[in-house]
């Protein structure tokens, strides 16, 4: 190595360690992750379903998109009963375009109503997407809690939560 690039990697190395050094001789190091949803009021998680459920209407199978479990988190003095989620994802058809023309998004949505039943609050959902295949994200729209208050998005995708990329298979 060259004595300029010896002497720049010491610089890159040493001078950082020696900034995080106190006067008094004890390092400090202090990492800060910012929280993962600031203006979610739920804790929501979301994992894909695995394997695939049709129906049949006049005996033709009509095949469902995917499914997703989700599970919200609340606190003891906050609970959430219903919840109104968007779905965002693609329809899973094969689509060729050139590399160099920009298009037109084809992603789609899938509106749903959350609800807990009885008195009991929301804490996991199934729902399964009618015309999604590829499910990229889902967005909290509205959430009712338990003492009657309402919590509404302000700003598009202000509350979004990307499913799990893992599939448990039974």
Do not use: Y
């Not at 479990?69 to 094969?94: M, Q, W, Y």
């Not at 609050?121 to 199934?126: A, D, R, W, Y």
């Not at 809690?145 to 039974?170: A, M, N």
Request: hydrophobic share 40%.
């Amino acid at each position: 190595m060259r004595p300029s690039m010896i002497l720049s990697l010491f610089l890159f190395v040493v001078l950082p360690l020696a900034a995080q050094r106190s006067p008094s001789g004890a390092t400090k190091s202090q990492f800060r992750l910012p929280p993962d949803h600031m203006a979610c009021p739920v804790d929501l998680r979301v994992d894909r379903r695995a394997g695939l459920i049709s129906r049949e209407v006049d005996g033709k199978p009509i095949p469902t998109g995917q499914g997703l479990d989700l599970h919200f988190a609340s606190t003891p003095e906050r609970k959430a009963f219903s919840a109104d989620i968007t779905v965002h994802g693609t329809a899973g058809k094969v689509i060729a375009q050139p590399l160099t023309i920009a298009s037109a998004n084809p992603a789609i949505t899938e509106d749903f109503h959350l609800s807990s039943s009885g008195s009991q609050p929301l804490t996991e959902k199934v729902i399964w997407t009618e015309k999604i295949r590829g499910i990229t994200w889902i967005e909290v729209k509205r959430v009712v809690f338990s003492d009657g208050s309402t919590w509404q998005r302000t700003i598009p995708s202000e509350c979004r939560v990307e499913p799990s990329l893992f599939v448990l298979v039974k």
